[in-house]
């Protein structure tokens, strides 16, 4: 038996697949009918699975939530993306694997004079990254940083401590606004409001001192970021920025990175004030030596 | 009560509300704006340049009248909860809090001034200033092994004009606190949800992990705010602390603990959430001639009229609620830091 003949397309622009479905039911053989029909079940019960997995992995019910019903990010999270060592495409090198980067379009929309200033960020990098000194990551570096950070919830807010640093942030979900007549701070102001099950978090008042990442990228004091946090099922969350600034950039831009659940047993944070690694050799006092 | 006297008193909780409220004269003690002297925190120990960029609204507000310092205290009774409880049990203590009788400058007499340093009005009877911090030994001195003593000695003279780095504070570095120091620095908050109690004080957090069976870390890790496991039993947070390491010195006048000593905490709390007393026991055969107890009285903050750019350094939320939300601006003093004397000494 020819079935390429049988399921042969009519026409020219119909897909094989299309054609193999409207012929079915037409089938005289019987052995061919079954044969089709055990298909046709096949068909179904793999249509019905990926259904079925596609359903369970954005099952709003099976994600944590809080008494009041809102998503619970509660937990220890980190990615795996190589998102750090820069957020732009990038081939290996001495102090970076390679990485196809995270931004949206590959790459980010400098205006020319933050070009120039984001080339030589990038020249002095094994110096110059705040982060080098154990300072502040910001917003949104802090939540891509390769090093574990936990998120605590309540439901006036989301606290973020992360294990590099000393720098705590708060999201405040409680519909507080921006303060009036703000400061800079190193990590900005973040007001969330929820959208659905996504949490959207606007972030401004920054200062100018932190950089996106290892390689130099950077902003001003006029940076704002909309983030918006989202569960791709109870263990992993996508996190995608909005990052804006006039200063620095022609146009907004995107990132998106995965941030996956610490499920190691008795896995926790361990406190890493590198900070204080320059002196901290002189205390506390010890016997004199004989 | 405790007092300086080395026992209780017994007296009416008028009396502490008077204390409280009533003699600010008295209360902002000399040895305060002694103690403060030196640059410290976030915004202290700023260039002016750095002060005028990040100041933050509270700092901005012409300073405040800061909330009197006790002069005694109450004991609260380790015993039952009849307070309000979060949904998973804890009784709910989160908010703002911060110690009562002084800052870091001397733990024996916190309201004595730096040790080694000119007074501008002589200290009168000892009694009519808080006690020591520590209440166990009941001479209120710190047990230290001879060498140990010695060292502390060396910084207290040291401290006043450091050429040796060990002599600098580190706090003055933004060092974080550790314990019990960062009790009786700013003021700090402490945050609850299910399974821990978060502290998060002007640099650094501390987690608390309410879960018994949760082992501490390798005993190799050794930690400025220690690996603390905790549980309540009625009014009273117990935590257990290990993995400290011993470098935050518990203020300035130089006492300290090895990384080898464990310490055994109770927070202690009042049943209407005003406060709570914390009793810390330290253990460590390394500096000490027997474990010896830590107690630190504090108050909970609740109103934004109180910020004084120390014990509370906070404001009301902008909303169009009806209700007011007390809220704090970042915590961040290491980065914002000018150095140890105005940018004397590199931080």
Redesign the interface.
């Known amino acids: 038996m020819n079935t390429s003949q049988t399921y042969r397309p009519s026409t020219p622009n119909q897909s094989r697949l299309q054609q193999s479905w409207l012929k079915l039911p037409t089938l005289k053989n019987d052995k061919l009918k079954k044969m089709g029909s055990a298909l046709l079940l096949l068909i179904s019960v793999f249509t019905f699975s990926l259904v079925t997995t596609s359903a369970d992995a954005h099952d709003s019910t099976k994600i944590p939530r809080l008494?009041n019903g809102k998503p619970d990010f509660?937990g220890i999270w980190q990615t795996t993306s190589a998102a750090d060592y820069d957020l732009e495409p990038h081939s290996n090198r001495k102090d970076a694997p390679p990485g196809p980067g995270i931004v949206e379009g590959g790459e980010i929309p400098y205006l020319p004079k933050a070009l120039e200033k984001r080339k030589k960020n990038f020249e002095n990098r094994a110096t110059d990254d705040p982060a080098l000194k154990?300072?502040?990551l910001g917003v949104p570096r802090a939540v891509y940083y390769p090093e574990p950070f936990?998120i605590?919830?309540?439901a006036?807010d989301l606290?973020l401590?992360p294990q590099f640093g000393?720098?705590?942030?708060?999201i405040?979900t409680?519909?507080?606004?921006?303060?009036?007549?703000?400061?800079?701070?190193?990590?900005g102001d973040s007001r969330a409001k929820w959208e659905g099950d996504t949490l959207v978090v606007d972030v401004k008042h920054f200062?100018d001192?932190t950089w996106l990442d290892r390689s130099g990228n950077f902003h001003s004091d006029a940076l704002q970021v909309v983030e918006r946090w989202k569960f791709l099922d109870s263990n992993t969350i996508e996190y995608k920025a909005t990052l804006s600034d006039e200063q620095v950039f022609s146009k907004p831009w995107n990132i998106t990175v995965i941030l996956y659940r610490h499920r190691e047993k008795?896995f926790?944070?361990?406190?890493d004030?590198r900070?204080?690694l320059d002196?901290?050799q002189?205390?506390?006092?010890?016997?004199?030596q004989k | 009560m405790y007092s300086n006297s080395g026992k209780w008193q017994v007296e009416v909780s008028a009396l502490v509300f008077g204390v409280l409220m009533g003699a600010s004269s008295l209360g902002i003690a000399a040895d305060e704006k002694l103690t403060e002297k030196k640059p410290q925190s976030s915004q202290e120990n700023k260039t002016e340049a750095q002060k005028k960029e990040t100041a933050t609204p509270a700092q901005t507000t012409p300073a405040q009248t800061r909330r009197p310092r006790e002069k005694s205290f109450p004991k609260i009774a380790s015993g039952s909860w009849t307070g309000s409880r979060l949904a998973d049990g804890q009784p709910d203590i989160s908010g703002f809090w911060s110690n009562t009788i002084g800052n870091h400058g001397n733990l024996t007499d916190p309201q004595g001034g730096v040790i080694g340093e000119a007074r501008r009005t002589p200290l009168g009877p000892r009694e009519e200033r808080a006690p020591s911090r520590v209440s166990d030994p009941a001479d209120g001195q710190f047990p230290f092994q001879p060498w140990a003593l010695a060292k502390v000695k060396e910084f207290q003279v040291g401290f006043h004009n450091p050429t040796n780095p060990a002599h600098v504070e580190p706090n003055a570095r933004c060092a974080p606190g550790g314990i019990p120091k960062s009790l009786y620095w700013h003021g700090y908050d402490i945050l609850q949800y299910p399974g821990y109690v978060l502290f998060v004080f002007d640099n650094g957090s501390r987690i608390i992990h309410l879960d018994k069976n949760k082992p501490h870390l390798p005993e190799k890790l050794k930690l400025w705010n220690g690996d603390s496991r905790g549980h309540w039993e009625g009014n009273t947070l117990v935590v257990d602390v290990s993995n400290h390491n011993g470098k935050a010195l518990f203020g300035r006048s130089g006492e300290f603990v090895s990384e080898s000593a464990t310490i055994k905490e109770k927070y202690i709390f009042a049943n209407d959430g005003s406060r709570y007393n914390y009793e810390g026991t330290f253990t460590d055969p390394t500096v000490y001639t027997r474990p010896f107890t830590i107690t630190i009285p504090a108050i909970k903050y609740t109103r934004e009229e109180e910020t004084d750019g120390w014990n509370l350094e906070a404001r009301w939320a902008k909303h169009t609620g009806k209700t007011q939300i007390l809220e704090h601006d970042e915590r961040i003093c290491h980065e914002n830091n000018g150095g140890f004397g105005l940018g004397a000494t590199p931080k």
């Open positions: 008494a509660s154990g300072y502040t936990q605590f919830q309540r006036r606290t401590v000393h720098s705590v942030r708060t405040h409680n519909n507080t606004e921006h303060p009036e007549d703000p400061n800079d701070w190193w990590l200062n001192k008795n926790q944070l361990i406190e004030y900070y204080t002196y901290d002189y205390y506390p006092p010890k016997p004199d």
